[in-house]
Structure formats: structure tokens, C-alpha cells
């Protein structure tokens, strides 16, 4: 009898151990982004080029229940488009983010500390997990340098308030995901230059468009969480190669209405309802079945539903959720 009673009570801890193991985890997962653009004239004397740099740091997070962060990845896509003196573009292409740079980033040379940037990053990034917010934006800063604890301030040289700044954004973004097993994030950039038009007094311009993602899939392969955005920024010139302006703006999202797709869609649908619709159809699937959906020419053109919801072209949103599905860390 006591040894049924043993095997009986050995057997209830076995099951307890298994579901502890098997409960679903829930986190808050969130994704957010800061912009800053920098902007010069053509230069007379030394014949440099005008250029106009936007730089986008996003991140995405996911806390636990205590508000700890078990999650951070931050990301810069930095590029710029130049012009000459007769406002003519003379560059503008996109090239990968300083994460995806890797060591041709090219700090390590210049860097104090022989670091390279992702390295610094990842040390900021380790540093967050398992603190909260506020203990992270306690951070003690001097110009923006990390001032305290010399472990940290010894491995991140570089300047952290666009870093912290995204985080922020990202937490006041996130929202309560169930089942989460890995997430992840990532984004694609495309750069646009127009030349000054003499005929009609148009001004230049350079344009930079960072479509990025956050994603968080479940142990099946499944997508429980995605959050896709579009950070648009550009500045112009006029005809002698002057910069008239260069100020970010916030992004596709969080422009909302004023963002002003409603008036000129087919389906009176603006841009942030769209991208709902698409993320939302995005849920319950695997990347396989994401990467399916049916394009022509970049436009949905299967499922009733969802082509008559989402009239804008995909192609880039497919790509940044793509690349950040590519790129996950697993919680579990």
C-alpha cells in the first residue's frame, strides 16, 4: 500500500513537472521606432556633394509579467542620398542596416575600445535584460555617453539616446501575446532621389522609406504577435544645391488619419487600416503560408477578404516580416 501511495504521488509530480513545462508563456511584445535626419549644401569650395541622411533606430522588446525585459533588439537603418550643385542626384541607394553591416560597418578602427558597432549594441542590449523600463532609463548619461558601471560604459563608447528611445516607444507599444516561443525583428529600406526640375521649380529630393517588422511566433511555428511599420522621411533641395528642408516625421502608424490615404483610396481605407488588415490576416499562419499569399504586380490578388482590405502594394511589408521571422531568438 505505501509503495502504491509513492508511486501514486511520484506519478502526480512527474504530470505537475510536465505542465509547469508545457504552460503556454505570455509576455508583452512591442515595437517602435525614433528618426533623425542630418542634412548639408553643396559645398562651393571643396566640391563635396550635398547629402541628405536619415537615420531610423528601431527596436522591439518583450517583458515578462514584472515589467523585466527578456527580449531587446535594436537596429539602425542608416542611409543617405547626396546631390551636386545644380541639384542633380548623384546617389541614392539603400544599404543594409549597421546590425546587417557587421563588421563592414568599419567602427572597430576608430573605435577606442577596438569594438565594432553590432558588438557595442549587443552589450547595451544584454544589460537591459532583466531590468524594467525605469531601471533602464535610469541609466546615467553625460551627452548622451553611458557615465556609470564600468562594465557597461567600458563596452558601449558610443552615444545610447536614440537606443533608449526606441526601446521606450516600444514598450508604450506593446501589447499582452500568449504562447510566445521566439520573436524577432528586422527591416528593408528603399532610397528615391528626384533632381531639382527647372521647368517647373520642383524641388529636389531625397527619400528614405524603413519598412521594419517585430514578430513573435509559438513553439508550432505559428505567428502570435507582428507589428509592421513605415518610417517615411525626406528632405529637399533647390536648383544651387541648398538644402530647404530636412525634419523627420513620425511614422505610417503613428501619423494614423493625417497620414491622408483615405480620401485618395479606392476603398476609403487608410494606410494604418490597411496594414491592420494584413497583419491580422498574418496571425494563426506559419512564414510558409505568409510567403504564399497570391501578388500581382505587388498588389494582393487572391482571398475576397483580404485584397478587398488591403489595396496597397505588400512587397516591402512581406520582406521586413520575412527577414525578421529569418532572424528570431528563442524565449523558451
Known amino acids: 500500500m505505501k509503495k502504491f501511495f509513492l508511486i501514486a504521488i511520484l506519478g502526480l509530480l512527474v504530470l505537475a513537472g510536465c505542465t509547469t513545462t508545457d504552460t503556454p508563456t505570455t509576455y508583452s511584445v512591442g515595437t517602435g521606432s525614433v528618426t533623425s535626419i542630418s542634412a548639408r549644401d553643396y559645398n562651393d569650395e571643396t566640391g563635396v556633394a550635398g547629402r541628405v541622411q536619415v537615420n531610423t533606430t528601431y527596436a522591439t522588446v518583450a ?8 527580449y531587446v533588439a ?26 546587417e553591416r557587421g ?21 547595451l542590449e544584454e544589460w537591459m ?45 506593446a501589447v499582452e501575446v500568449e504562447n510566445v516561443a521566439k520573436v524577432g525583428s528586422l527591416s528593408t529600406t528603399s532610397v528615391s532621389g528626384r533632381a531639382y526640375n527647372v521647368d517647373t521649380a520642383v524641388e529636389g529630393r531625397i527619400q528614405v522609406n524603413v ?17 509592421i511599420d513605415v518610417a517615411q522621411n525626406q528632405g529637399t533641395f533647390n ?13 505610417k502608424k503613428e501619423r494614423g488619419a493625417d497620414y491622408g490615404m483615405k480620401g485618395r483610396s479606392e476603398i476609403g481605407k487608410e494606410w494604418d487600416e490597411q496594414i491592420a488588415e494584413l497583419e491580422a490576416w498574418m496571425m494563426g499562419k506559419t512564414l510558409t503560408e505568409v510567403k504564399a499569399l497570391p501578388l500581382t504586380d505587388n498588389y ?29 531568438t528563442d524565449l523558451q
Open 211 to 227: 519598412t521594419f517588422a517585430g514578430v513573435a511566433y509559438d513553439a508550432d511555428g505559428k505567428v502570435v504577435y507582428v507589428h
Open 129 to 173: 535584460i532583466g531590468k524594467t523600463l525605469a531601471e533602464v532609463k535610469a541609466l546615467p548619461l553625460t551627452d548622451n555617453y553611458i557615465t556609470d558601471g564600468e562594465d557597461l560604459k567600458s563596452s558601449v563608447t558610443i552615444t545610447v539616446d536614440s537606443y533608449l528611445a526606441a526601446v521606450e516607444k516600444a514598450v508604450a507599444n
Open 300 to 328: 494582393i490578388s487572391d482571398g475576397e477578404d483580404l485584397k478587398s482590405s488591403v489595396t496597397v502594394t505588400v512587397d516591402s511589408y512581406l520582406e521586413a516580416f520575412e527577414k525578421a521571422s529569418n532572424n528570431t
Open 74 to 99: 535594436i537596429d539602425v537603418a542608416q542611409n543617405d542620398g547626396t546631390f551636386d550643385e545644380e541639384g542633380n542626384i548623384v546617389a541614392a541607394n539603400a544599404i543594409p542596416t549597421k546590425k
Open 239 to 251: 536648383e544651387e544645391g541648398v538644402v530647404v528642408a530636412a525634419n523627420p516625421i513620425p511614422t
Open 103 to 123: 563588421d563592414a560597418y568599419g567602427m572597430k578602427g576608430r573605435s577606442e575600445i577596438g569594438k565594432e558597432w553590432y558588438e557595442q549594441i549587443a552589450a
Open 63 to 70: 517583458l515578462d509579467a514584472d515589467g523585466k525585459f527578456v
